[in-house]
């Protein structure tokens, strides 16, 4: 993994927990990452580090976990251990975000891992970032071609719904 950053406000809505994974074949131009693009690149990934993770997002303050990159859905047996830990011990009282390359239909379509994957998570950046498209003012994303897509209506109706910030209608 890349790194670990607790307490952070940038990788989602409210205060987050965020795991930077490592790798990624995507290779965006203008990535804001891309060291991690090497699966070689940060520290292995942990029991200790995981136990840190679920530390830290039992904080009351804590909204939720972000998984970023490199690419999550290339690094799924880190992601599926935490993911799942969180759900068994948390539920759903803390979400999990997640950034990917890969959109939504290829992941809901992918019959292994990466649905396993995709089941677990609350709200999905999907697609690559796109330098021509970069806009800053967008929340979450860096680039207008990237959708913010709340993962189990998404699920649910077959087709991708928006998300939308808590509070919002």
Same mark, same amino acid.
């Given at each position: /993994?890349? #790194? ?6 940038? #990788?989602?809505?409210?205060? $987050?927990?965020?795991v ?8 965006? %131009?203008?990535c ?27 904080? @009351? ?5 972000? =998984? ?11 992601? =599926? ?5 969180? !759900? &068994?011990?948390?539920?759903y009282?803390? #979400? ?6 890969? !959109?939504l239909?290829?992941?809901?379509? #992918? !019959? !292994?891992?990466?649905? /396993? =994957?995709?089941? =677990? ?6 697609? @690559?970032?796109?330098?021509? *498209? $970069?806009?800053?003012?967008? &929340?979450? *994303?860096?680039?207008?071609?990237? $959708? ?7 699920l649910?109706s077959? %087709?991708?719904?928006?998300?939308e910030?808590?509070? $919002?209608?």
């Open positions: /993994m890349a #790194d670990y950053q607790p307490f952070s406000f940038v #990788d989602g809505e409210g205060v $987050r927990c965020s930077y994974l490592s790798g990624c074949l995507f290779a965006c %131009e203008g804001y990452n891309e060291a991690a693009w090497s699966f070689r690149y940060g520290e292995p990934y942990s029991r200790e580090l995981e136990n840190r993770v679920l530390e830290d997002l039992s904080h @009351p303050a804590v909204q939720g976990l972000s =998984l970023l990159g490199g690419e999550p859905f290339l690094n799924t047996q880190v992601c =599926l251990a935490l993911a799942s830990r969180v !759900r &068994a011990e948390l539920g009282a803390k #979400d999990i975000w997640i950034w990917s390359g890969y !959109r239909e290829t992941l809901a379509a #992918d !019959r !292994r891992d990466k649905r /396993m =994957l995709l089941e =677990l998570v609350d709200v999905l950046v999907d697609g @690559p970032f796109d330098l021509a *498209r $970069r806009d800053a003012s967008l &929340a979450f *994303r860096g680039s207008d071609n990237q $959708r913010v897509i709340d993962v189990r209506a998404s649910a077959a %087709e991708a719904v928006t998300w910030p808590a509070g $919002r209608s």
